[in-house]
């Protein structure tokens, strides 16, 4: 396991990760500081505690929303494949409507043909 050193504000804090995951701690670390950094210009926080406590609110808000993004999109998905099964449903309802025609069509003229042959032979 690789240990990163990340600083933010004034403090530097050591985390531990997956080995080759370093700079993808340093990236996140990075927008945390972003974040951090945009609460300080917006909402003059008391200080460092509050503007971490208050950055880390609208990321998880933030999260949140994506989520629920997510589910949509998932959502949206199974809508359109049941979409597609309908439609897969409804052409094959037809096509049994049209194979029940001609299988009628057969029997009407098997029967006519059957009565046809039994009044020649009276």
Do not use: W
Request: overall charge negative; glycine content about 6%.
């Amino acid at each position: 396991m690789a240990q990163v050193s990340v600083t933010l504000g004034n403090a530097s804090y050591v985390v531990g990760c997956q080995d080759g995951q370093e700079g993808r701690v340093h990236q996140l670390a990075h927008l945390v500081e972003q974040q951090v950094e945009q609460v300080r210009n917006a909402l003059a926080p008391a200080s460092d505690a509050h503007a971490l406590f208050l950055a880390a609110l609208l990321m998880a808000d933030e999260i949140q929303e994506l989520r629920a993004k997510a589910v949509s999109e998932e959502d949206r998905q199974e809508l359109e494949q049941a979409r597609h099964l309908l439609a897969s449903s409804d052409h094959e309802t037809e096509r049994l409507g049209q194979l029940a025609e001609l299988v009628e069509k057969l029997v009407h003229q098997v029967s006519g043909e059957t009565g046809s042959a039994q009044a020649e032979g009276t």
